[in-house]
Structures are given as C-alpha cells and as structure tokens.
C-alpha cells in the first residue's frame, strides 16, 4: 500500500534525524543504542505501529524500522515520538532490503520481520520480492545462530510463493498458518500492523510463517 507523499516529512526527518541510522556507512549498533541487547529488525515497518508497540512493550530489546520510502519514514517517525520522546530502543533506516548487507555484519540480528510486504504480483517482478531467495540468502546471514524470521502476509499467493522458495534456502518452518486469527495461542503474543487490521476487519485470512536459522 503505497502512502502519499506528505510535504511535512522531509523537514521533520531533518529535524529528527537523530534517530535516523546513517545509510551511508556500516551501523555500529552499540554506538547507535549504547548498549548490548539483541537486536531486532523490521523491513518494510509501513505506519510504524508493529515496531513502535514492540519497542515499547520490550525495553531491554533494540529494534530498527527500514522502509524505502522516506515519506512512509517520516509518518512512522512522528508516530513513534508522538508515543514516547525519548525513542532509546529504536531507530529508523530509510533504505532498500538490497542495501542490508552492506549496512550490517553477519550475525547481527536475534530476529528479522516482513510483515505485508509488496506482492509485486506480475510475475516478471518475482525477483523483488521480499521473500525472494537471493532475500532469504541476506536475511540468513544478518540472523544470529538460530535466529528467527517471521513473515505476515494477507496475500495468498506471496505466502505460496514464499513457501516454495524456502524449500530453496536452509531454513526450518517452526510455523505455518493459512489463518492467523484462528490461531488463539498465537494471538496471544501476536502484534498486529495497521495493516493486518484493516484486511483482518475485513474478512481476509492472514498468513503467517515463522522460520529458523539453522546451521
């Protein structure tokens, strides 16, 4: 779902652009968060209501919000600080999911999410989906032993798609579901996009996977 662009939001990233991460060189991320934690990534954080709600419920946890378009940055910026002005668990990264390699160490993250990313349903576009396997070979590296990547998608077809591109990378489904809401222990921890509740509202079956590294 593509946002309008908002005139506002490139002065107040300027203004805010201490919680942005330097697209331009590798992040050092105890420079960036001060300390330790593990480190926790979103690509494609839309809105910014997923990754604000986990940065604020899990203060001990670090999180990154990467989305490409600096408009859609900018809106979950403002979010974010309208929620909290401090922001110590979380920055922003306005770059493409091609670029994390070059922005990251192997081994960085505890877990990766893509949550409702583009479809690009033209099968001549198959190659810039999220979920395409030269994407699962990045995110594997970027994950710790044993990391964790977690996929949320109301389009049935990206899900199948993904699927069989799994099968072509090492990786190990820990879980499977055509209908997340039916789900009730998952739901129990489930932090749901704007996204999600719209297309949930609305009858759309949500599909999840949850995958592990594995070595």
């Keep these: 779902m593509r946002l309008r662009n908002k ?19 590798k992040v ?23 990754i604000i709600d986990n940065a604020t419920k899990n203060l001990n946890n670090n999180y990154i919000a990467m989305e490409k378009e600096s408009t859609v940055i900018g809106v979950a910026l403002k979010k974010a600080l309208e929620r909290n002005k401090e922001l110590h668990n979380l920055k922003f990264l306005n ?6 390699k070059d922005l990251f160490n192997k081994k960085t993250f505890e877990k990766i999410f893509l949550n409702f990313s583009d479809p690009w349903p033209k099968s001549k576009h198959y190659k810039k989906r999220l979920t395409y396997k030269s994407f699962l070979n990045i995110y594997y590296e970027l994950l710790k032993d044993n990391g964790r990547l977690e ?14 591109q799994i099968d072509l990378n090492m990786w ?20 749901p ?13 949500i599909n999840k996977i949850i995958l592990k590294k594995i070595s």
Excluded: M, P, R, V
């Design 28 to 50: 050092n991320l105890f420079k960036c968060f001060k300390n330790e934690n593990n480190c926790f990534l979103e690509i494609g954080c839309g809105k910014g209501q997923f």
């Design 172 to 191: 190990k489904i820990i879980y499977n579901t055509t209908d997340l809401y039916k789900d009730l222990k998952e739901l129990e921890t489930n932090i």
């Design 7 to 25: 005139n506002w939001t490139k002065d107040f990233i300027k203004e805010n652009e201490k919680h942005l991460l330097n697209k331009e060189e």
């Design 193 to 205: 996009t704007e996204y999600e509740q719209k297309f949930h509202s609305l009858g759309k079956n």
């Design 95 to 100: 770059t493409y999911a091609e670029k994390l």
């Design 151 to 164: 996929i949320k998608t109301d389009n049935d077809k990206l899900y199948l798609f993904t699927l069989e």
